[in-house]
């Protein structure tokens, strides 16, 4: 069945206002892709707080330039999101380069970068202008370690780490986010043609499936709790000898 997302909204909101208080941070930014899920972080922090930077971070992949640029921008505009655009792709050849002498980056720690550099970038920004970073992990992509570790998985809060990716365009639809952001597949941009239903081999829709019921096709079920059990340190915080002495 699906949300009250009336309520959902107000919950949110509420949980956002409450981050900033505590922290006395006077706002927030999040990277902005043009995708689903930052259009919804973006929207919820918008409605929750003022000063709300969105940041285009293209960082080498054509994806982060024409489409998604426009679909992003056209989020920010509706919802009168603030937004900039920082460049990254040079950033990301000269770290590259940088490390050369060292090794070969493999094509896997390479995909890895751009977050990386995407989430040094929101922290600098954002620790000069007193904000705090929101995340845009939603629970289905989380639930498999479908994000980069220190990547677009640091994040000071995330106000949609429980919502499949089901509810996240159910809550898009609710807020009348424009159609292009809710029409197209999910992809990480991270190389050429990738989606994240093709690079995954598991649907969103199995992966909801099971979150929400514990139900589904065998092969669907042992991917997902493979995936599951194989990334589960990128949701907890380092090991750390002698546990988390003090954390409490
Ligand atoms: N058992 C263990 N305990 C503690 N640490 C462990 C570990 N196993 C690996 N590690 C560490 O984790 C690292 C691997 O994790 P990580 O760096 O995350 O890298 P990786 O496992 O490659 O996960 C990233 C995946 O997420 C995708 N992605 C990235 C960004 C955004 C999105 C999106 O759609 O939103 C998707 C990307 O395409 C790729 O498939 C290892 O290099 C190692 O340092
Ligand atoms: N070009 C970009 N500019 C700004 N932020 C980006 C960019 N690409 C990715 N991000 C940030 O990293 C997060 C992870 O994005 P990614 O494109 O990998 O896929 P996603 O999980 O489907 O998210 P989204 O639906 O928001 O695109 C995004 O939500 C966004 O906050």
């Not at 981050?19 to 995708?35: E, H, K, M, P």
């Not at 952001?181 to 499936?209: C, H, N, V, W």
Request: glycine share 12%; net charge negative; charged share 25%.
């Amino acid at each position: 069945m699906a949300r009250d997302y009336a309520k959902e909204l107000e919950a949110r909101v509420a949980f956002i206002q409450s981050q900033l208080r505590d922290s006395g941070a006077r706002g927030i930014v999040f990277g902005n892709s043009g995708g689903k899920d930052s259009a919804l972080v973006g929207i919820l922090c918008k409605k929750a707080c003022d000063d709300v930077l969105g940041v285009m971070m293209p960082c080498q992949s054509k994806r982060n330039f024409g489409e998604d640029m426009q679909d992003g921008l056209a989020v920010a505009r509706q919802f009168g999101i603030e937004t900039t655009t920082v460049d990254l792709s040079d950033v990301k050849t000269a770290l590259t380069d940088a490390i050369a002498p060292v090794g070969t980056v493999s094509d896997a720690a390479s995909a890895n970068i751009a977050p990386r550099l995407r989430m040094a970038t929101l922290y600098a920004i954002a620790q000069s202008r007193g904000a705090l970073v929101a995340g845009t992990g939603n629970r289905s992509e989380r639930y498999v370690g479908y994000f980069t570790k220190w990547g677009d998985g640091g994040c000071d809060f995330n106000p949609i780490a429980d919502l499949t990716v089901g509810e996240v365009y159910e809550f898009l639809a609710f807020l009348g986010a424009p159609e292009n952001i809710i029409q197209k597949a999910p992809s990480a941009g991270l190389f050429e043609g990738q989606t994240d239903e093709g690079e995954m081999g598991m649907t969103y829709a199995a992966i909801d499936r099971y979150i929400l019921s514990g139900q589904g096709e065998p092969q669907d079920v042992e991917k997902i709790t493979r995936a599951h059990a194989r990334s589960l340190h990128k949701l907890r915080m380092p090991a750390t000898f002698g546990g988390m002495q003090d954390a409490d």
